[in-house]
Every structure is written in C-alpha cells, then in structure tokens.
C-alpha cells in the first residue's frame, strides 16, 4: 500500500502528460473532417462524417504531391550524403587519439554554437556565386553540411565502443581499412546510424526558411513546408483543409519513425547502459 502511494504522484503526471499530448492530437484529426463553421461551433466535437474532401483539396490546391516528390529527392539526396561524408570521418576520429583528432573533433562540436539563421545571409550569397540559387541541388550540399556536427558527433562515441580486438582480428584475414569500416564498424554501429539518420530526416524534411529563400516559392521545385501555407489566403483560411494537408505532410514522417523507431530506442539504452 505504502509503494501505491509513493508512486501516485508517478502515474498522474504521466497521465497528465497523456492527456496534453492526446487533447490536441484529437483536435487535430477531428478538424481535418470539418467544415471552418463546425471547428468554431464545436471545437472537441467528432466530426459528423469522414468524408475525406478536405485532403483532396489540399492535395490539389497547393500541388502537395509533386511537393513532397521536391521534399523526398532533397531529404533522401540529403541524407545520404551526410551518412557518405559523417560515417568515414567519425571512423577516422574514433580511431584517431593524437591532440590533431581531438582539436577536430571539437571543431566539429562547435558547429552546434552557430545559430542557423545566422548562416542566412552568406548562405544566399554562395548560392548566388555557385549559380545555384533557385536549385534544389544546392540545398542537397548545404543540408549535409549543417548536419555534420551533430552526425559526426553521435557516430564517434559509438564508434570508440567497437572493441579494438575486431578491427586487429579482420586486419589479420587481411581486410583493408575500407572493409574495415564497412564490415566490422558499420554493423555494430547501426543503431547510432538509425539516430543519425531519424534525427536529420525530420530536420531535412521540416526545413522551411533555407527552402523558402533558396528554392523560392516555384511550385515545380518548392518543398512540402514551402507548398502548405499557400493553404492560408488573406481573406479567410479553411482552417478544415489547412489541418488535412498538415496531416498529409506528417505521414511520411510517421512512416520513417516507424521504421527506425526500434533502432533509435537501442540506441538510446545502449547509451544509458554505457553511461
């Protein structure tokens, strides 16, 4: 009875939390069903049907499909550029234990003290200079390299739990630092992989104000998070349209989630467990 009560106040704060998280999850849906006069009459009332018109005109009004084709190429393009240039640099970090490693590995730790809209205006102009601007190519080199420190950071630790004995044991049947890398050090490293890569897709795919001033509001190139507040119109907002087509950009993201979710949770308990 006592450990009942010394862990009430445990089970209504997580409760609480349940509820502040639900609430508006459920209002969330429910006005994606309805009209602009049902979300003001009755903001927690169901929806009187399921009719699903209110996604295909956010489909169709901001061209939603051929802006999440623009996210997918820059996300996916992004991210397997950050995952070719942060795995091999963590390799060389991780193995590396002179003052010259060490002095780099804080230069990449200090990437996290740079705000991003600080990056904004000479951004614009290697954009200009390059003769990318306007591009999603440019944007495919400069996510990467805003997601350099934070990769790089989390694959190193990672990387220096590899036991010694392994890389001696492949260097011995003769393996080259490549297949070092990729046969020994890659698949004991997935899990931090999963978190790199879960981290930076919803940082890639959430990205609004690079794309809007980089890519513009062209709707054959414009991302996903440029082509949805087009929902929104100075003269009154479908708030019933502008909640569906959120939802349509959010299930990309819950699908990777799901997919990488195992991952990122072995990853975060391995860590605990070696803290």
Known sequence: MKLGKSWLPAHVLVWT???????????????????NEEIFAGPFAPPSSLD????????????LGLAVVNSGLVTVASLVLTLAL???AAFALARSTGR????????????????TFAALFPTFLLAAATGLFHTRTFMVLFLPATAMPL????????MRTVPAEMEEAARIDGATTFA???????????????TVLLLN???FWNEYLYSLVIIGPDPAQRTVQVALPTLKAITGTDYGVLTAGTILTLVPVWAVYTVLQKRMQRALISGAVKM
């Not at 018109?53 to 061209?63: I, L, V």
């Not at 490693?101 to 740079?114: D, M, R, Y």
């Not at 070092?180 to 999963?194: E, K, S």
């Open 17 to 35: 939390y349940v509820v502040l998280l639900v609430v508006p999850l459920y209002y969330f849906l429910s006005s994606a069903f309805k009209t």
């Open 52 to 63: 699903p018109g209110n996604f295909s005109t956010a489909f169709h009004r901001a061209d």
């Open 86 to 88: 942060a795995i091999p």
């Open 100 to 115: 010259l490693a060490s002095a780099l590995e804080k230069v990449f730790s200090l990437g996290f003290l740079i705000p």
């Open 151 to 158: 990769s790089v950071v989390i694959l190193v630790q990672f």
């Open 180 to 194: 070092v890398l990729r046969h020994v050090y890659t698949p004991m490293c997935l899990p931090g992989i999963a």
């Open 201 to 203: 897709f919803l940082t």
